[in-house]
Structures are given as C-alpha cells and as structure tokens.
C-alpha cells in the first residue's frame, strides 16, 4: 500500500464529506458504490471519514459513479460556469502522487486537466469505463497501454481512445511527465472499473 493511502487525507481537506454528500444524493449505498469503484465497503467507508487519501484515477473512477465532476468531489466552485479560467485560478492539487490542475469549468460533459505524472505511480492500474479519452504530451515522455498495444508518447504526441479499451498510463523519464487531459464523464456504475494489483484497496 502506497504511503499516500496510509492516513488522512491531508492535502484534500474536502473530499471526506463530499464524497459521502455525492454518493447519498445520487441515491447508491456504500456497498453498491464501493462495488462499482472496485473497493470494498470498509474502504470506501475510510474514505468517506477522511482516513485515507483517494488517488486521482480513484477520484475520476468516483466521479463517474456519481455523476459529477471531480472539482465537485472536492468542493470546488467555478462561478457561474465561466468559460474562461485563468492561470492563477488553476490551484494545483495533489492526489496519489499525481498534482492536477483544474483546468476547464466545472458542471460541463467533458472535464479537462493539465495533470503531472510522477514515475512510478498507478502504473500497474488498468483502467476500464465507459466514454473517451483524450491526452496531449506537453513535457517529458509517457507510455501508455491501449488493449495488447504499448506505446511511448513524446513532447507533442497526443492519443484519443474510446475508454472501454482497457488501459494504463505511466511516465517514463526520471522527472515525470506532464499532460493535458480531456475525458468524458458518463455515468455506469455497473461498467467502471480500474484494476489493480491489490483489489479493493490500492487505486
């Protein structure tokens, strides 16, 4: 278990609450709910009192589930659904090791993100849901894995996949890698899931 999963989740003061907020208004117990994230009921419950820090893919996973955005999830507000978002309005934050910038309105069919990859993290999770996906290469280089193909993305490189193929990200240079990243947000319980080594509790 990564050591961003070992305690509270400080750095997303937020989402404890919100997370439990969203899931009761879209009408899912926490069984149904952890079932469809691929967790179990007692680690969903620990996310939902703020003992452990869900990752960004948990977060994405979760926003699916309920219909809502992961700004949302952590209680972030973007006035009137401006069209328009600034530099200094994209506050960084920090999520498994990932750091995300908010980088489109919230509320909307499509949720855009510049996102830092570190080395080394969630890159054995493969993820499978309904929608699209679509990544931009801004810095470093990135391997992603669509179905039984592998690739190696440079500065510049972009990709655009229907998200029901399984796949999985992962930065190849030392520093990481930075992207941008559109996805749609569609809501199937019954067909999101992210596979990882450790079932139910590592994401």
């Known amino acids: 278990m990564s050591t961003s999963e070992t305690g509270p989740a400080e750095d997303l003061p937020a989402v404890a609450p919100q997370l439990r907020a969203l899931r009761r208004r879209a009408s899912l117990t926490l069984e149904v709910a952890a079932r469809s994230a691929g967790l179990s009921p007692a680690h969903l419950s620990r996310l939902e009192t703020g003992q452990r820090q869900p990752s960004l893919p948990m977060l994405l996973a979760l926003a699916r589930i309920y219909g809502t955005t992961v700004s949302e999830l952590l209680g972030e507000t973007v006035a009137d659904r401006d069209a328009v978002v600034r530099a200094p309005e994209m506050e960084p934050t920090r999520a498994g090791g990932w750091t995300y910038w908010q980088a489109g309105a919230s509320g909307r069919g499509m949720q855009a993100l510049r996102v830092h990859v570190p080395p080394g993290t969630q890159s054995d999770i493969v993820r499978v849901h309904p929608g699209e996906e679509w990544l931009y290469v801004l810095k470093g280089r990135l391997r992603l894995c669509l ?31 930075e992207l941008l990243f559109v996805h749609t947000l569609l809501q199937s319980p019954n067909s999101a899931l992210c596979i990882g080594p450790t079932p139910g509790e590592t994401l």
């Open 147 to 177: 179905g039984d193909s592998a690739h190696i993305l440079e500065s510049g490189d972009s990709a655009h996949f229907d998200s029901l193929t399984p796949h999985r990200i992962a930065a190849v240079d030392h520093d990481g890698a």
